[in-house]
């Protein structure tokens, strides 16, 4: 062994890459779930530790069912791992229960320094007292919690605007007021109808839109592109980015996944997170067009086409 080898007996050896803790469901079509948090947060550089909290039945083209673990089961999976590995950041996806909900909150809580980016996803699946059980023990035990809220316009909508009664959709603002009364700061919302062939993506305060992306709509629908914008967004918090740079390459990242996604199955498209590592992958020289990323900030969004 030479002098500059690292050695795994020694516990002083610091840690090469950043930890970032994932709570979430396996998922057997490798579409999302704890397949796509691990993934997308080695991509990033990071190190990643996965605690199942339950398991779908699905396919690329629907959720049939889903089992969730038990809350003792959640709990001793992560208190196991942080008692050996320090953590950087966490990354909460779906977690199936209330129960579960609970004890991810009180794991996170016990890592004031830690950023907990938490991804609202689909659950139009589920049946509507649990999602109203679910989204009530989100709000009250994981938002205070949460650094970044993810989601969709629409599901952040329906989950904290209920009663929305204006002419006009909520804008970006109006969902981080509302995050920020149940005690989550900063909000990253996607899928803001700009216009016919755009989408829009808003990092948002209360107090301000910090920045907005906008890209070119994909004709192919996907499965997994939340849990992986999420798990970019955590790796990239646990590296040492700042908000906005995080949420920019986050961003960059899932577009050049989705450009690059195909269909394994007979059902939906599956983002290619490992695009970067194909021999064959030649990067498309066609430039952005002019005003696809408008901006308060530098926003480094100029390498994305959709």
Same mark, same amino acid.
């Given at each position: 062994?030479?002098?500059?080898?690292?050695?795994?007996?020694?516990?002083?050896?610091?840690?090469?890459?950043?930890?970032?803790?994932?709570?979430?469901?396996?998922?057997?079509?490798?579409?999302?779930?704890?397949?796509?948090?691990?993934?997308? =947060?080695?991509?990033?550089?990071?190190?990643?530790?996965?605690?199942?909290?339950?398991?779908?039945?699905?396919? +690329?083209?629907?959720?049939?069912?889903?089992?969730?673990?038990?809350?003792?089961?959640?709990?001793?999976?992560?208190?196991?791992?942080?008692?050996?590995?320090?953590?950087?950041?966490?990354?909460?996806?779906?977690?199936?229960?209330?129960?579960?909900?609970?004890?991810?909150?009180? =794991?996170?809580?016990?890592?004031?320094?830690?950023?907990?980016? %938490?991804?609202?996803?689909?659950?139009? #699946? #589920?049946?509507?007292?649990? =999602?109203?059980?679910?989204?009530?023990?989100?709000?009250?035990? *994981?938002?205070?919690? %949460?650094?970044?809220? +993810?989601?969709?316009?629409?599901?952040?909508?329906?989950?904290?605007?209920?009663? #929305?009664?204006?002419?006009?959709?909520?804008?970006?603002?109006?969902?981080?007021?509302?995050?920020?009364?149940?005690?989550?700061?900063?909000?990253?919302?996607?899928?803001?109808?700009?216009?016919?062939?755009?989408?829009?993506?808003?990092?948002?305060?209360?107090?301000?839109?910090?920045?907005?992306?906008?890209?070119?709509?994909?004709?192919?629908?996907?499965?997994?592109?939340?849990?992986?914008?999420?798990?970019?967004?955590?790796?990239?918090?646990?590296?040492?980015?700042?908000?906005? %740079?995080?949420?920019? @390459?986050?961003?960059?990242?899932?577009?050049?996944?989705?450009?690059?996604?195909?269909?394994?199955?007979?059902?939906?498209?599956?983002?290619?997170?490992?695009? #970067?590592?194909?021999?064959?992958?030649?990067?498309? @020289?066609?430039?952005?067009?002019?005003?696809?990323?408008?901006?308060?900030?530098?926003?480094? *969004?100029?390498?994305?086409?959709?």
């Amino acid at each position: 062994m030479t002098s500059d080898t690292p050695d795994s007996d020694n516990p002083a050896t610091p840690a090469s890459l950043p930890c970032v803790m994932a709570f979430n469901a396996n998922d057997p079509s490798g579409a999302g779930g704890l397949s796509a948090d691990l993934t997308t =947060i080695a991509s990033a550089s990071g190190h990643g530790l996965p605690v199942v909290a339950g398991a779908y039945v699905r396919d +690329t083209t629907e959720i049939r069912d889903h089992f969730a673990f038990d809350e003792e089961a959640v709990d001793e999976q992560a208190r196991c791992a942080l008692e050996d590995m320090p953590v950087s950041a966490f990354k909460v996806g779906f977690l199936g229960s209330p129960d579960n909900v609970g004890t991810v909150a009180e =794991i996170t809580s016990d890592y004031p320094d830690a950023p907990v980016v %938490t991804y609202l996803p689909d659950l139009s #699946w #589920w049946n509507e007292l649990a =999602i109203d059980n679910y989204l009530d023990a989100m709000a009250e035990l *994981l938002l205070p919690q %949460t650094t970044v809220l +993810t989601g969709n316009h629409s599901s952040l909508c329906r989950w904290l605007l209920p009663d #929305w009664e204006a002419d006009k959709p909520p804008g970006p603002r109006d969902i981080a007021r509302a995050a920020a009364a149940h005690g989550a700061p900063y909000v990253l919302v996607t899928g803001f109808n700009a216009a016919d062939q755009y989408l829009e993506s808003h990092l948002a305060s209360p107090e301000s839109v910090l920045a907005t992306a906008r890209y070119e709509r994909f004709e192919a629908t996907f499965t997994g592109a939340g849990d992986t914008l999420s798990a970019a967004l955590a790796a990239l918090l646990a590296a040492g980015a700042d908000l906005q %740079t995080a949420v920019a @390459e986050a961003l960059t990242y899932l577009d050049q996944c989705l450009d690059g996604g195909f269909q394994p199955g007979m059902g939906h498209a599956v983002p290619d997170r490992m695009f #970067w590592a194909h021999d064959d992958d030649t990067p498309d @020289e066609t430039d952005t067009e002019d005003g696809s990323v408008a901006t308060e900030l530098d926003f480094p *969004l100029d390498n994305t086409r959709h």
